[in-house]
């Protein structure tokens, strides 16, 4: 039977308060079963006046961080949009009430104007996060900026600097520190129930649609042109570990490479474009007809018509025209799709991390090992064993892609940025670019076939 409790009372049901080794015997929890619930997404009342801010970028970030001030309007207010897509920008404007002249075709319009706003939430593509933050933070602009803070280490480096200059408050999108899920692995990890941490293995199943959709076809297929996949995609779990374990990564050896899709291995009979009569498009599972048209998956990078009976004859004209109609094995892209991530933690921690494009599934997996118990988890589930009674506890979550912590990430960006309190972020800027040092010190691991140290 299903338990429910608050996550206060778990704590002193399990005894977790004190934050030392657990010290309530287990006995009679086996096989325990507890839901672990989103936390609400509006923890702190309302600031004296709404933060305002002005989107860059309209696509689907930018909705979803957006969307808050929808809901929560006397939190947050968006007073401003740049979007060159101009079906994303009048659609933007529409929902958020934006005035025409608060509407720009790119980034470099909006600083043509006097500051009319307290905040800049930067959701442009990787390659484009730089410039507007650098110039956003010289303005005197607050900053919600999503991953990848910038595609090199210097850029990130170089936005860290100017933002302790200015002293302007940054938040990074990493979402998962707001996820359930890994706020309870976190307090699991630091609250002794598993007595020392030794090790953590980590996957991430990226799932082969989304591999093909995103990072063969999509934006980010070309690691010059955007970011390498370890930033692109896992940056978020370099981040997640680093915060779980606690302590300084120190030394990381990384393995990986692009084996599948590649001219090599185009089948024989396949076109340019799926459309163009491949002989074995029915057969191939990376098919654009099939993914985009019969089955209708991420057409949100369509920007589609609201009329629905218009869909179909628009997901075609795209497929014709842009890169989500070509053949996978015949792109420009460089992103590997294995990659492996050996990390070697200060506190003599070690962690394998490991990316895989061909899963049939998503949703990150994660082991952690201490001295006196284990957890096993799956962003869905995770369990507790105990190792001296052999007992189990297990948490069921709710949650979304991000495991919850989209809306949790901007309420505490909005309450930083309305008291000007940097402490109340989790992923601050001075966190986050940590993470992505270890990314970048991956890359060049996994490039120059050496075990490289991290300097911070």
């Keep these: 039977m299903k338990k429910e409790l608050s996550r206060r009372n778990l704590l002193k049901t399990l005894g977790f308060a004190t934050g030392g080794l657990l010290t309530v015997p ?9 839901r672990l619930h989103l936390p609400n997404s509006v923890k702190y009342p309302a600031p004296d006046k709404p933060v305002t801010a002005i989107t860059l970028g309209a696509g689907n970030r930018g909705n979803v961080y957006g969307a808050y001030a929808v809901k929560y309007a006397d939190h947050l207010n968006i007073v401003g949009v740049a979007e060159p897509i101009e079906v994303r920008n009048k659609r933007y404007c529409q929902k958020h009430n934006i005035p025409v002249e608060n509407s720009f075709v790119t980034w470099e319009h909006v600083f043509e104007r006097a500051k009319f706003a307290d905040a800049i939430i930067i959701t442009t593509p990787d ?4 410039g507007p933050c650098m110039k956003a933070l010289a303005m005197g602009y607050d900053i919600l900026l999503e991953k990848p803070i910038a595609p090199t280490e210097k850029e990130c480096r170089d936005i860290l600097e100017m933002a302790k200059k200015t002293k302007r408050v940054v938040a990074v999108c990493h979402v998962l520190r707001y996820s359930p899920y890994f706020i309870k692995l976190r307090e699991l990890i630091h609250n002794g129930s598993i007595g020392e941490l030794i090790s953590i293995q980590h ?9 093909s959709h995103s990072y063969v076809r999509g934006n980010w297929h070309n690691s010059k042109a955007t970011t390498p996949i370890i930033l692109a995609k896992s940056c978020h779990d370099l981040d997640i570990l680093r915060w779980m374990v606690g302590k300084s990564c120190e030394k990381i050896s990384a393995f990986g490479d692009l084996k599948w899709f590649r001219k090599e291995n185009m089948p024989t009979g396949a076109t340019l474009r799926c459309m163009d009569g491949c002989a074995i498009e029915k057969e191939c599972p990376y098919s654009a007809l099939k993914i985009y048209y019969r089955n209708r998956q991420r057409t949100y990078v369509f920007d589609l018509p609201e009329d629905s009976n218009k869909q179909g004859d628009a997901i075609l004209d795209y497929l014709k025209t842009t890169n989500y109609g070509r053949c996978v094995y015949q792109m420009d892209n460089d992103q590997p799709d294995h990659y492996t991530t050996n990390l070697q933690f200060s506190n003599g921690v070690t962690v394998a991390f490991s990316m895989e494009a061909f899963t049939s599934y998503e949703g990150r997996r994660t082991r952690i090992m201490g001295s006196h118990g284990d957890i096993v988890g799956d962003m869905s589930q995770l369990v507790h064993t105990n190792f001296l009674t052999g007992e189990k506890i297990e948490w069921e979550l709710s949650s979304d892609s991000h495991g919850g912590g989209d809306w949790n990430l901007v309420s505490d960006w909005v309450q930083a940025v309305s008291k000007q309190n940097v402490d109340l972020l989790s992923s601050s800027i001075d966190a986050s670019v940590e993470s992505h040092i270890m990314g970048f010190t991956a890359e060049k691991s996994r490039l120059g076939g050496n075990t490289e140290k991290v300097f911070l």
């Design 26 to 34: 287990l006995h009679g929890l086996a096989a325990t079963n507890l």
């Design 127 to 130: 390659n484009l996060h730089f």
């Design 203 to 211: 996957f991430e199943p990226i799932e082969h649609i989304h591999m």
